[in-house]
C-alpha cells in the first residue's frame, strides 16, 4: 500500500486547510487510518484516526472541535478538514494506514504509532500568527 498525502501549505492562524491521503496498491480502505503529525523539535503524535466504514472517529484533545477526519472509500481516499488553525498546530502531518480487514476499534491502540503498517511521506502545514 501507497500513502500519499497532499494539501499541505502555509496559512494565517484562523484559517483552514483540508489535507487528503489517497491509497493505492492493495488498498486499506477495509481498516482504520490516521493522522499523525511532527512538529519541530517534538516527537512524532496522534491527530486523529477513523474506523474502516467511518463511522467511528477520534482525537487528541489538542485538535477536537476544530479538525475533523473522514474518509472516502469508494476513492481510498482519508480527509483531515482542519479549522481554526494555530501556530502550534504547525507540523508535519502524516497519514497512516492499519493493514487488515475490519479490525474492532479501540481507542487506547488507534493512537499508538505501532498499531499502523503503512505511512505516507507527510505534508507540511505552517500556521503563521
Known amino acids: 500500500v501507497q500513502l500519499q498525502a497532499s494539501g499541505g501549505g502555509l496559512v494565517q492562524a484562523g484559517g483552514s486547510l483540508r489535507l487528503s491521503c489517497a491509497a493505492s496498491?492493495?488498498?486499506?480502505?477495509?481498516?482504520?487510518m490516521g493522522w499523525f503529525r511532527r512538529a519541530p523539535g517534538k516527537e512524532r503524535e496522534f491527530v486523529a484516526a477513523?474506523?474502516?466504514?467511518?463511522?467511528?472517529?477520534y482525537y487528541a484533545d489538542s485538535v477536537k472541535g476544530r479538525f475533523t477526519i473522514s474518509r472516502d472509500n469508494a476513492k481510498n481516499t482519508v480527509y483531515l478538514q482542519m479549522n481554526s488553525l494555530k501556530p502550534e498546530d504547525t507540523a508535519v502531518y502524516y497519514c497512516t494506514a492499519k493493514r487488515g480487514y475490519r479490525s474492532n476499534w479501540n481507542v487506547r491502540a488507534v493512537v499508538r504509532q505501532a498499531q499502523y503498517d503503512y505511512w505516507g511521506q507527510g505534508t507540511q502545514v505552517t500556521v503563521s500568527s
Open positions: 477513523v474506523s474502516w466504514s467511518g463511522s467511528r472517529v
Open positions: 496498491g492493495r488498498t486499506s480502505s477495509s481498516n482504520t
